[in-house]
């Protein structure tokens, strides 16, 4: 059964950083490309970037651009994104997000709620 | 950036009924354009890719329409499970955007 499976939550100071996984199973991996979308409180859908878990390429909203990063692990199908230098701006469910092109995302993680405390 | 503008921000309705949800883009984005559903509390959903496919297993009472700017999901015959969040996106460039999203509550 092809899914995305992320932790529950983490928690971390301003100014930290956090690396929040994704696994996925199935023929996902080999599929598709990753992308990663975060939702602050009551708030909103934003895309923050993608990875080809194929090739390691990666391409991020402007906004993140210095202070974000994407990895992906093929030996055990699991995306990473890496976010650095946290403000309470940052408090958001994060969801990693499948897609074999530009036609929508057909399979999300369940979110991993990030919080960071001042 | 292209700009996603969707409208209305919210609306009440009531089971059987036809609502129907409007994205703006800021500039044209060819069929591009995506729907979900979000409940509450879940992770989004894909209802519609490339402003008109129905996604295997989404109910028929879905249909996307639309083309270069301005696109349009209509819900027939409204369900219980139909009040949630609905957003649109554009693929057409990155950065990707959403709209604002519109909430469907029962009146």
């Known amino acids: 059964q092809a899914q995305l499976v992320q932790p529950g939550a983490e928690v971390k100071e301003s100014g930290a950083s956090v690396k929040v996984s994704c696994k996925a199973s199935?023929?996902?991996?080999?599929?598709?490309?990753i992308h990663w979308v975060r939702q602050a409180p009551g708030q909103g859908l934003e895309w923050m970037g993608w990875?080809?878990?194929?090739?390691?390429?990666?391409n991020f909203a402007p906004k993140f651009v210095g202070r974000i990063f994407m990895t992906r692990d093929t030996s055990t199908t699991t995306a990473l994104v890496d976010l650095r230098r946290l403000t309470s701006g940052d408090t958001a469910v994060y969801y990693c997000?499948?897609?074999?092109?530009?036609?929508?995302?057909?399979?999300w993680g369940q979110g991993t709620l990030v919080t960071v405390s001042s | 950036d292209i700009q996603m503008t969707q409208s209305p921000s919210s609306l009440s309705a009531s089971v059987g009924d036809t609502v129907t949800i409007t994205c703006r883009a800021s500039?044209?984005?060819?069929?591009?354009l995506s729907w979900y559903q979000q409940r509450s509390g879940k992770a989004p959903k894909l209802l519609i890719s490339?402003?008109?496919i129905l996604q295997s297993g989404v109910p028929s009472r879905f249909r996307g329409s639309g083309s270069g700017a301005d696109f349009t999901l209509t819900i027939a015959n409204l369900q219980p499970e139909d009040f949630a969040r609905y957003y649109c996106?554009?693929?057409?460039?990155?950065?990707?955007?959403f709209g604002g999203g519109t909430k469907v509550e029962i009146k």
């Open positions: 997000a499948a897609t074999p092109g530009r036609d929508g995302y057909t399979h």
């Open positions: 199935g023929n996902i991996f080999s599929d598709n490309y």
């Open positions: 500039r044209t984005i060819g069929n591009y």
């Open positions: 996106q554009q693929s057409y460039s990155v950065p990707l955007t």
């Open positions: 490339a402003t008109s």
């Open positions: 990875i080809n878990p194929k090739t390691g390429g990666t």
